[in-house]
């Protein structure tokens, strides 16, 4: 694809933002002219730092010398090139140039009629309705995970209160032991809250380590993004697991902390 297509060179004097320098140096200046690279384009093109390309210019021919590889972040909407040569070499060649503003909603229209009267020759190509369609794709992602999530933690509420109640005449007994030694109901309530709390905290952390590896999987390998996650879920996640656990855990076991202890041992 790199020979079947239209080679499109610009010239720069400083290294864009989206770009990172990988091999080589930028713009030598030691008199022979020079491209840079983009690291997939030149591996395609199986060349490297040092190697010599030919490029036809309407029937002239330039050569350059790779002097650099770079790396491209190509999801920045940043108007970026396979090919950027050091400037003073084709400022004399036919060109057209590329330009980004951002504008607020409400003036897009006004501009692009300004300019079509201005420069008729000038094409003009609006973002914001793509990017708006990329972001309300993503939004309706993160909503079904978040539905998710929540439908799993309610059937793990369920489940709880399932097994708690199962455990119904143990829990009795232990309520029942617990008063007879002494302990006040508020006492057997902090006693289930804290069991219950800390098996909320620890399904909440492996939750989120679950969800930030799955999260990490998916936006490093399969979109080809930079991955920057919060931290704060391993905060929240914990907490909500306790929040939700102790509530859930404390009104299943409500019947066993209603059971008087003489019954519970006659039993």
């Known amino acids: 694809w790199v020979l079947t297509r239209e080679q499109r060179l610009t010239y720069l004097d400083e290294l864009p933002e989206s770009n990172t ?4 140096s930028w713009w030598q200046d030691d008199g022979r002219p020079e491209v840079s690279l983009e690291e997939g384009y030149a591996e395609d093109l199986g060349v490297g730092v040092g190697s010599e390309l030919v490029f036809d210019v309407q029937g002239i021919p330039v050569e350059f010398v790779v002097t650099s590889l770079r790396s491209v972040v190509w999801q920045s909407f940043g108007i970026n090139f396979f090919l950027v040569a050091e400037p003073g070499l084709l400022e004399d060649a ?3 140039f590329l330009a980004a503003a951002r504008l607020e909603e409400a003036r897009e229209p006004g501009v692009q009629d300004a300019i079509a009267r201005s ?6 190509l609006p973002i914001r309705p793509i990017l708006e369609k990329v972001f309300e794709v993503l939004k309706r992602l993160a909503f079904g995970v978040r539905v998710l999530g929540a439908v799993t933690a309610l059937s793990g509420i369920v489940i709880l209160s399932g097994s708690i109640s199962a455990t119904l005449l143990r829990r009795a007994r232990e309520v ?4 007879t030694l002494g302990v006040t109901r508020k006492g057997v309530v902090a006693l289930f809250a804290v069991e219950y709390a800390l098996l909320g905290v620890t399904a909440g952390f492996l939750g989120a380590l679950g969800a930030w590896f799955l999260a990490w999987g998916f936006v490093a390998g ?7 996650l919060s931290g704060w879920v ?3 996640g914990p907490l909500g697991g306790a929040l939700l656990a102790t509530v859930a855990g404390v009104a299943a076991s409500a019947r066993a902390l209603t059971v008087s202890p003489i019954a519970s041992l006659r039993g």
């Open 21 to 24: 320098l990988l091999e080589g």
């Open 94 to 96: 036919p060109q057209f």
């Open 119 to 124: 420069y008729p020759n000038v094409t003009l």
């Open 176 to 179: 029942a032991l617990w008063k």
């Open 222 to 228: 399969l979109t080809d993004l930079p991955a920057e």
């Open 234 to 236: 391993f905060l929240w």
